[in-house]
């Protein structure tokens, strides 16, 4: 039976049907025009009727939302969520009553993760570790086929553990995470700094000077130019996520890394760097038999997987 999956990004809400293939038999999205938790919950909804209705099919069983942030797992709180500027926001309550029916709210990596695991580049793999790299940084475990939680449903934060103890602010409010170094929304904020010092010459030649033109993409350019202002922000970015994923395939020894995001997939040469320090950083035990592997399903692996995620709990039930 057809389920209803919906991902919650920072500007867009899209929901879908999808089969239990993976297929996405419709789709809606929506801009977040208001941010404010009750604008977002009636957006939601506005997108989960529209799939159902232009799917044709009959949806059962819960939906499933994919958020960024996060998520405490029983309650469906979302605890913190950058993105959006939210602090413990009751989502999957709010939702289950305007749409009328159970709503299970997980993180957006680990919908993507059970997307990539059932119809993308994890098929085959019951040990995997996914890491995005886009306007956050995030990851996603799973174990012997199944995600991996943890007793508070916020297991895998990637993004969030310290790299510079007492360091840059982040968005969720605490000092030193990764994503406020190697995130793409912060890669951006540095690099409009240093164009705004004057400190760069190539990047006020790249840009003509108009920081809405800076991109992580600019900071690569200038940085392989040979600019070392640029070059010092494109290395410790490159450098702490090799470290973090590296040691995450030290503690979690899983068979597949499926790398994704906006950051990794334009940004070659952070993926490159990122690849060389796990292969020289991870232990080599856990290292061995490791392949690595681009994530396969582009902007819907979160859909597909919160959609893939409802079926299995329709089943459960």
Known sequence: MPTLGIDLGGTFARAAVVDASGALLSVAKRPLAERSPTA??????????EAV???????EGCAVVG???????D???????????WRNVPLATMLGEKLGCTVQLVNDLSAAAWGELHAGAGRGSQDMLVAFVGSGVGSAIIADGRLVGGAGGVAGELGHIKVVPGGRRCGCGELGCLEAYAGGHNLIALTRELLAAGRSPMLAKLTGG?????????????????????????DRAAQFLALAVANQVTVLNPARLVLGGGVLMNCPGIRRRLVEGVQAWASQVSREGLLIV???????????GAGLLGLSASRAG
């Open 40 to 49: 977002v919950v009636e957006t939601l909804a506005q997108a989960a009727r």
């Open 294 to 304: 681009d994530a396969e399903l582009g902007d819907d692996s979160g859909l597909i």
């Open 75 to 85: 309650t469906g709180v979302l605890a913190v969520a950058p993105n959006l500027g």
């Open 210 to 234: 108009d920081p809405a033109l800076v991109t992580p993409v600019v900071l690569e350019q200038a940085a392989e130019a040979g600019d070392e202002e640029a070059q010092e922000i494109h």
């Open 53 to 59: 209705a232009g799917s044709g099919v009959r949806v």
């Open 67 to 73: 958020a960024a942030g996060q998520i405490h797992k």
